[in-house]
């Protein structure tokens, strides 16, 4: 599944991003007018940064469900094609006799 492993790496880079981006508006310790500019940036890239991962999330979802859902329609063909190889067998069999 390299592609959820890819979509859980690019989450993993974001709230690394995310943390960093904290940590320097949180030492910026910059106050007044550039303060609370500094803070609603922050603020609104973490939100969109925050949907980002979100997205992510969703994708990586959707992704291990296809495969568990690939995995089990391979079962069920699997099955199938056992069950129509076994009748095949006792059919041509009993033609035999």
């Known amino acids: 599944m390299g ?6 790496s690019a989450r993993t880079q974001v709230e690394k991003v995310q943390n960093n981006v ?15 500019a500094l803070l609603r ?11 980002v991962v979100v997205q992510i999330s969703k994708m990586v979802d959707a992704l291990q469900e296809n495969v ?16 129509l190889n076994s009748k095949t067998s006792q059919g041509v069999f009993e033609a035999l006799r």
């Open 68 to 83: 568990t859902s690939a995995n089990r329609l391979a079962q069920e063909n699997q099955d199938l094609t056992e069950v």
């Open 3 to 8: 592609g959820v492993s890819s979509l859980e």
């Open 41 to 51: 940036l922050f603020r609104s890239w973490n939100a969109e940064a925050q949907q």
């Open 22 to 36: 904290s940590e320097i508006a949180a030492r910026s310790g910059v106050g007044g007018d550039e303060g609370q």
